[in-house]
């Protein structure tokens, strides 16, 4: 039988840890108020109540892109097991530790991780995409839906009608703006609102995956990850295998 192992390590680092919480209540917040968006006919949501949704929904994807740009640098000069060297490594060996790592789930000791186990890399991979083109998207959509930065003085310029300031300009209200550029650009926005709408669907699906993991490894394992992600240190009840040397 394996020996315990009693040592703790410092894991994550405190920007990983903000991070985690800061990008975990945003998506909530984003999802939950997106559902109401995409629903606002069923759920009888007025025009001007659409608008300040929008404008909260986009506040808040403004907290997530940051957010998100701060974890992309910290991923190089962040700490070891906050690095993409680590959190993205699929390298040699990779689908041969995923195997090892799938097959000790139906065993009675699963193998043990400080960092994120070989599956947990491919979900934060998969999640970082989906964040990234959320974020990229909800960016284009705040200038076309509200004339948000940072499109949405150049969107505004191009909708508003001739000797109209397009600063004068008010989201929802077509009374200022040319019928012909506000086509236009309702044409320029639909791929973006496309993939956005798509992407939320897929996204949801991954954060209750990601969730419904946690549970499974936290039952499992008795690894404590969710407070370990408050506190940043792991005390593995064996070596684990990507213990530094």
Do not use: C
């Amino acid at each position: 039988m394996a020996q315990p192992e009693t040592k703790t390590y410092r894991v994550w680092d405190r920007s990983v840890r903000v991070f985690h919480w800061v990008n975990f209540s945003a998506v909530l917040l984003l999802l939950t108020i997106g559902l109401i968006i995409y629903n606002n006919k069923a759920l009888g949501i007025s025009a001007e109540a659409k608008v300040f949704l929008k404008t909260f929904h986009v506040w808040v994807g403004y907290v997530l892109a940051l957010n998100l740009a701060w974890r992309y640098l910290w991923g190089f000069v962040g700490s070891r097991y906050g690095r993409w060297a680590t959190v993205l490594s699929f390298g040699r060996g990779y689908f041969s530790e995923l195997g090892a790592y799938l097959r000790s789930l139906v065993s009675a000791e699963p193998r043990r991780y400080l960092g994120h186990n070989p599956l947990g890399r491919l979900m934060v991979l998969v999640l970082f995409v989906l964040l990234t083109v959320q974020a990229a998207t909800g960016l284009v959509l705040a200038g076309t839906d509200i004339y948000y930065p940072p499109l949405g003085g150049w969107i505004a310029g191009w909708v508003a009608a001739t000797g109209v300031d397009p600063a004068t300009l008010v989201p929802g209200d077509k009374a200022l703006v040319d019928p012909a550029a506000w086509e236009a650009m309702r044409g320029f926005r639909k791929p973006y609102i496309t993939l956005h709408k798509w992407v939320f669907f897929v996204l949801s699906g991954a954060a209750l995956l990601h969730v419904l993991a946690v549970v499974v490894l936290e039952i499992r394992s008795r690894s404590g990850l969710v407070s370990v992600m408050i506190h940043g240190y792991k005390t593995p009840d064996r070596k684990p295998e990507d213990r530094p040397e």
